[in-house]
């Protein structure tokens, strides 16, 4: 199982991938940031969600979160980490 730490590294780790295909400055995220202001326009973020669902099999925007109150890095690593903890506690 996946820790929230693991959860935080891939999520950021994926940000900065993707903010440096954009050319864009890549930077050590502390979870504060909000998403728009490190640069990620809603389509990088569409890209990073479609990762992210990739990398975790789960995407907590199906049900659980709406993309739109989603505003900063740590509210976005912190959907998946609910996500992943509720799809776990189902399966066992």
């Known amino acids: 199982m ?5 959860i935080t590294a891939t999520v950021h780790e994926n940000i900065n991938a ?9 930077t050590l995220l502390t979870g504060d940031e909000p998403l728009a202001r490190i640069g990620l326009n809603s389509l990088l973020l569409a890209r990073l969600i479609i990762q992210l ?8 925007f199906e049900e659980d979160y709406v993309i739109s109150d989603v505003r900063t890095v740590r509210e976005l690593t912190d959907a998946y980490v609910e996500t992943l903890a509720n799809l776990a506690a ?3």
């Open 2 to 6: 996946l820790t929230t730490t693991d």
């Open 90 to 92: 189902a399966s066992v």
């Open 53 to 60: 669902e990739i990398e975790f099999g789960a995407d907590p």
């Open 18 to 26: 993707l903010l440096k295909e954009a050319g864009r400055p890549v």
